[in-house]
């Protein structure tokens, strides 16, 4: 599976009383079915979390309150910071790519939303081991 990070914009379905946002799966929005839903909050001032990568795991994350920042390592180099801080602010992450959560504020909560269950298996946890896998993807793209 090719790495990929890409922002996304929910449609709000705002009116005079307030906003509302309706995820499904299999749409735009959240190319994959469903499988698992977490969430990060009260994080302690300061805490960088995540710090892995995924081989397979498709996700997307958005802060449905407060706020927070993913940063994300391509498996070329490339770092990208994406900042969530409002409920319509999203990120879809596929495949190989490091990724950090920090920048928390104190009411931040960060919805998760991942496309299978969870399994240890899928993670690369030594950023070293994820330099590597990277280098293999990029030389076997390279030799495409
Ligand atoms: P961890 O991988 O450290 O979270 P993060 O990458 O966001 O910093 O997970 C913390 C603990 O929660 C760890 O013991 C594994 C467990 N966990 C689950 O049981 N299910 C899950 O879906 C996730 C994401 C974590």
Redesign the pocket.
Known sequence: MQAKVEEKRFPMHGDARGQLIALESMSDHIPFEIR?A?Y?FDTVPGTI????AHKELKQVLVCLSGACTISCELPDGTVSEHCLDWPDRALLIEGLVWRQ?KYFSKDAVLLVLASEH?MEDDYIRDYDEFRKAAAKVMSQESSK
């Open positions: 698992r977490y990060i979390r995540g710090n892995h959560m969870y």
